[in-house]
């Protein structure tokens, strides 16, 4: 029989909340229970354990001071979406729980398998994305087309979660238990909501009361689980290891394989656990590090299914370089110089910035069936889609962007935006000063202006940019015209402060 | 992929016939239905199901949880229980089932053990031989389940590391029990306290865990 319960916060003894028994609770994580309010708009979720003072401190000042100073500013409605925030602390006889608003409707499969229902109205935990096992058409276990998004989606997808463990920590606190059962993602909105926000770590304040979820606990905490906890080398979660979760999360929705997993073998009658142990822990090694190979023995990591996950067990075909040079460079940052180095790991904003650079480097596949639709520019002459293999068919128009150091002295940004048919030209590529964040107003995100292959001919379509000239022929460009692209020829993009210039550059004539 | 072997060993003897084992037949494939809703249960568990009355039978080898269809699962209407028998079976399945970690291929995660029983074992002389041999084979855990008033909560703590005993084997507790089980499979995927090691969640409520 089911039952109406009725809990009490602790904060406001005013505020009622209630949920359905139903004898045993609808859901059960590692360390709580969770049952549903009547119209299921939130749930309430108990610990099992007992909560001591500090938990319920800690608890406490979720909900109350870091509630007000994450949601009540301007920023604070994107970031409501992105995280599934807990409202208030309730106590039911000995026992703490959490109030926590139900996530959006979008995070819940409209169609799950292709081949069956069984998955329909579940919520989408990110797991579902990062493996091959629920993509590849051989597999029984496929999600439907319909749920899968395109290549595109994911690198979107990483800029929310970047954005999320960006605000965390730059409120100072780390969530300790970053993984893709905390973090739902939906391909098809672009959208991450990040979950199980109770964990937070406050520095010297709270201490984290857990390790982390497996394949995501960063090789100092694995590799000094034997120690006391009081023990002063013991490494528990804090902000360095949010970044190693936050970059093995990247790394695994773009390429659907875990960037440790590369199936070493440690010699000897060593047991399972023991093995993980090492491979994520103290023996961690990057997968595809350059040139210690001994990670790279894919047979034993994926035994029967080597085949059938192709490409992406494929180090050859699928490198990380297919990713692009800015997020290589964070990866080897991450996984390579600051694996064992936890200072050395990529802030969460750089790899919010890289991962926006990146999809300027997009472009579509030739291909209309090809699975992931979208690559990234190589950089090569002979551009093909490294999924499928398809030629690119026409020439690849290339801005690289320059910025004014000192009058008359031009220096390099970094940056670049690869062109096809109808590539959008944006303020934060003709103004350094904008900064694509969450703050990015409506306006600033309309396109100042489009590319477009016309007449047999690559132009530049001016909307809005004021005083963009055509620097090679010294011709000014007025809005609502246009520009013809050509190799070596220079835009100054606008004549304000923060304005640059663009070299132009033809690939793959 | 690293495969997390998980059997079940089944009393199909003529006391389960009727209600007890159309419940079993409906939480069984309810919790198959369960491990196939999470994306870390199809990529590493792998189920064997055994059943025992008068006879042992194999009716899931160890196979993925997305790749066998359920049998249904029937009894004869009276016979004796040869647990021992069943753990003899075991036994030798499971020496050829499990991968040992090699240069060429991954370890299996330990297996875990799930007996389900509603009376006590008829050949208990085989049972006891076989209970060191089986608490030998290193399995993560070894779950005995004792449903009804004639098991033999006991005889169950010899071999296993946790008895839960339920009242009754009828549907409502049957499935709470196999949700149980569901759940203590995937415990291993969940986040991880920091002073504790992996264990099972608890019980809920209508089933005692026998101490």
């Not at chain 2, 189920?47 to 009716?59: A, G, H, P, V």
């Not at chain 2, 030998?136 to 389940?145: K, M, P, S």
């Not at chain 2, 009754?168 to 709470?176: E, H």
């Not at chain 2, 986040?191 to 005692?208: A, F, H």
Request: charged share 20%; net charge neutral.
């Amino acid at each position: 029989m089911s039952s109406t319960v009725t809990v009490t916060s602790i904060i406001d003894t005013n505020k009622k909340y209630q949920y359905i028994d139903k004898g045993s609770p609808s859901a059960a994580g590692g360390m709580k229970d969770i049952y549903f309010s009547p119209d299921k708009s939130y749930v309430v979720a108990f610990y099992r354990a007992a909560q001591d003072f500090n938990s319920i401190e800690r608890l406490k000042k979720i909900v109350t001071t870091y509630f007000d100073r994450f949601f009540n500013n301007p920023s604070g409605a994107y970031y409501k979406e992105l995280y599934s925030w807990p409202i208030d602390v309730v106590k039911l006889d000995n026992r703490i729980g959490i109030i926590v608003p139900c996530y959006n409707s979008n995070f819940f499969f409209k169609k799950g398998y292709a081949l069956n229902d069984a998955l329909k109205g579940q919520d989408k935990e990110g797991k579902w994305f990062a493996s091959p096992l629920f993509r590849v058409s051989s597999s029984k276990s496929k999600l439907d087309e319909s749920e899968l998004g395109n290549w595109l989606s994911y690198f979107q997808i990483g800029v929310n979660i970047a954005r999320g463990v960006k605000r965390l920590h730059a409120a100072g606190l780390a969530h300790s238990d970053l993984s893709y059962k905390n973090v739902l993602i939906d391909p098809v909105s672009k959208t991450a909501a990040i979950i199980d926000i109770d964990g937070l770590v406050v520095p010297g304040l709270f201490p984290p009361d857990v390790i982390g979820t497996p394949d995501f606990i960063a090789p100092e905490v694995l590799s000094t689980l034997h120690l006391n906890i009081k023990d002063p080398n013991r490494k528990l979660p804090n902000i360095q290891t949010d970044k190693h979760a936050l970059a093995v999360l990247i790394y695994m929705y773009l390429l659907y394989r875990h960037p440790l997993k590369g199936g070493k073998f440690f010699g000897g009658d060593i047991e399972a656990d023991e093995e993980v142990k090492l491979a994520m822990g103290s023996k961690a090694l990057f997968v595809e590090h350059p040139t210690d190979k001994s990670n790279q023995n894919l047979k034993r990591e994926y035994g029967d299914n080597l085949q059938k996950f192709q490409p992406w067990t494929n180090l050859t075909k699928t490198p990380y370089t297919i990713l692009g040079p800015y997020l290589k460079e964070l990866f080897d940052q991450a996984f390579i110089k600051g694996l064992h180095n936890p200072n050395e790991r990529p802030p969460a904003s750089m790899w919010e910035q890289a991962l926006i650079k990146t999809m300027d480097l997009k472009l579509q596949c030739a291909n209309s069936r090809c699975d992931q639709k979208w690559f990234i520019y190589n950089d090569t002459n002979n551009t093909s889609c490294p999924f499928c293999n398809t030629r690119y068919n026409t020439s690849i128009p290339i801005l690289d962007f320059y910025f004014q150091q000192s009058p008359g002295k031009w220096k390099p940004e970094n940056q670049r935006l690869v062109v096809y048919n109808g590539t959008t030209l944006q303020l934060w590529h003709t103004d350094r000063n904008v900064i694509t964040n969450e703050n990015l107003t409506a306006a600033q995100k309309t396109p100042v202006g489009y590319f477009s292959f016309f007449n047999n001919k690559w132009v530049f379509v001016n909307q809005k940019l004021t005083s963009l000239v055509d620097k090679s022929e010294n011709k000014e460009i007025k809005i609502g015209e246009m520009v013809e692209l050509t190799s070596g020829k220079q835009l100054i993009l606008s004549k304000e402060d923060g304005g640059r210039v663009a070299v132009i550059s033809i690939a793959n004539k | 992929m690293r495969r997390l072997p998980v059997y079940f060993l089944l009393d199909t003897s003529g006391s389960m016939n009727g209600t007890s084992i159309v419940a079993l037949n409906n939480s069984l494939s309810e919790m198959i239905g369960t491990l196939r809703q999470d994306p870390q249960a199809i990529e590493s568990v792998w189920i064997s199901i055994i059943t025992f009355d008068i006879e042992s039978k194999i009716i899931i080898p160890l196979s993925s949880i997305d790749s066998f269809q359920l049998p249904e699962i029937t009894c004869p209407s009276s016979g004796p229980t040869h647990t021992g028998e069943a753990l003899s079976l075991l036994f030798k399945i499971v020496n050829t089932d499990i991968k040992k970690g090699s240069m060429t291929e991954k370890g299996d995660w330990k297996p875990l053990l799930f007996l389900f029983t509603d009376g006590s074992p008829s050949d208990k002389q085989l049972y006891r031989e076989m209970t060191p041999k089986i608490k030998a084979l290193n399995f993560g855990i070894i779950v005995g389940c004792a449903a009804g008033s004639l098991s033999d909560d006991a005889m169950l703590k010899e071999l296993c590391d946790h008895v839960v005993h339920l009242d009754t084997a009828d549907a409502s507790t049957l499935k709470q029990f196999f949700k149980w089980v569901s759940e203590t499979i995937d415990h291993g995927n969940k986040s991880m306290g920091t002073g504790d090691k992996v264990g099972i969640p608890p019980p809920p409520n209508d089933i005692n865990l026998v101490i």
